[in-house]
């Protein structure tokens, strides 16, 4: 494997923790479009904070050579000797929930300009069982006048990357992977098994190794939306859902999930994915987009679970000060992508409340660029009449929240950490 060179497409919260992995052992030229984020890494700096400046900055270096190491560029002809590469650009839904492939299409055209003969092209973006071969796969023969499994190869190793886990990194995560061919197959699971210390899985085909990684989302978002509907049945029932599910879990084969706002660029993408595809073979999934329903209700349930006790305490609504913490889709991350903590700030302001969103890791600009909503860094001198823990934070559990808080105000904790005394609400 001495003569591998890999081009990683897609520097991402995916993308930048593969590229640095391989570049300890391969020479890795690492593409993305934003000029930004190639300066950035260039100078050792992740904004994703996935990969800190100790371990980027020992395998960067600075020419596109054949040396082992991370070479970032936004120049395709850097891509140009690569001889294996690694798809991992965005693949969301739009706003009817529809699967959005256009990054994927758009990075299979750039791949396809330099494509050459044996070369190998691996997709790591989360899509239906049938993209790889059917839809990215004729982009490229069409880009490279090349033949599929003739004259280059493709296959499929889902990402499992979970933002901000310190603990589960790519190398001690097990890989799935695949082959357009056996032959190629053995070749790429032995590429991915040269750096990921937790071994590989080798599907038997790349349509299986597709479906695998919709699933595995779609699984978690509809046991989340069974707690999340079990939160709303015994709220009604003054019943503590936490409660309930701490002395469920005493049963050893319970499944320990939690209710709470599903956001992300997975679970709350996925499910959508599989969904899309089933009903272009006639079958409706009627569990899978049931749990979506559910889960992408919760914001509105919180806000007007908010609004109930703040009215019960005879606040005034129209005008009141409420603080919600956090605005990223997961504690100790920055990133925000999906997130559906706008979804309870959008509810709340339907109420003619005033908002103020305080998370020390969103990046601010890109927040309002994203949601147009302003973020602060640091908790204004003011009390407000609700607070609400949304994202748990490390930074909150120091915080003494009843002294932001004005004498009839509420405390309302979405995920279920704040000691149970000092909250009027939680799911």
């Not at 990075?107 to 494509?115: D, F, M, P, Q």
């Not at 949601?371 to 908790?379: D, F, G, V």
Request: glycine fraction near 6%.
């Amino acid at each position: 494997m001495s003569s591998i060179k890999i081009g990683v497409v897609g520097l991402g919260y995916v993308g930048l923790p593969l590229a640095s992995l391989f570049a300890t052992k391969y020479p890795v030229v690492g593409f993305d479009t934003n000029l930004d984020r190639i300066k950035d890494l260039r100078e050792g700096r992740d904004r994703t904070l996935e990969i800190n400046a100790q371990t980027l900055k020992p395998v960067l270096k600075s020419t596109s050579d054949t040396k082992n190491g991370l070479f970032c560029s936004s120049s395709i002809e850097d891509l140009e000797d690569c001889n294996y590469f690694i798809i991992t650009v965005p693949t969301p839904v739009d706003k009817n929930n529809r699967p959005n492939l256009s990054h994927l299409f758009n990075a299979s055209e750039t791949i396809g300009k330099v494509l050459k003969r044996n070369d190998v092209v691996i997709y790591e973006s989360t899509v239906y069982p049938g993209v790889t071969e059917e839809e990215c796969v004729p982009i490229l023969e069409k880009n490279s006048n090349l033949k599929f499994n003739i004259d280059f190869f493709a296959g499929y190793s889902p990402e499992r990357i979970n933002p901000g886990d310190k603990q589960h990194t790519i190398e001690k995560i097990l890989k799935v992977t695949s082959g357009s061919t056996p032959e190629i197959a053995k070749r790429i699971d032995q590429l991915y098994s040269s750096v990921i210390a937790a071994g590989t899985h080798l599907a038997p085909s790349i349509k299986v190794a597709e479906a695998s990684k919709v699933i595995e989302n779609s699984q978690r978002d509809i046991n989340i939306a069974f707690v999340n509907e079990l939160a709303k049945i015994f709220n009604l029932m003054n019943i503590d859902t936490h409660d309930v599910l701490t002395a469920a879990s005493t049963k050893w084969n319970f499944m320990p999930f939690k209710p709470g706002l599903v956001g992300g660029h997975c679970i709350g993408v996925d499910p959508y994915y599989l969904a899309q595809r089933a009903q272009e073979f006639g079958y409706h999934p009627e569990i899978i987009l049931a749990g979506r329903r559910l889960n992408d209700s919760m914001g509105n349930y919180i806000a007007s679970e908010v609004i109930k006790l703040m009215a019960k305490k005879d606040i005034r609504i129209k005008g009141a000060s409420i603080l919600v913490l956090g605005i990223t889709f997961k504690e100790n991350c920055p990133d925000f992508r999906n997130t559906r903590v706008v979804d309870v700030i959008n509810n709340l302001k339907e109420f003619g409340t005033l908002v103020t969103i305080y998370d020390p890791w969103a990046n601010q600009k890109e927040v309002a660029k994203e949601y147009r909503l302003e973020t602060c860094q640091k908790i204004p001198k003011m009390k407000f009449d609700a607070i609400i823990l949304a994202v748990s934070h490390n930074e909150f559990s120091n915080l003494d929240l009843e002294s932001f808080l004005n004498p009839k105000g509420v405390i309302y904790d979405v995920k279920g950490v704040l000691k149970k005394e000092i909250v009027n609400g939680r799911l």
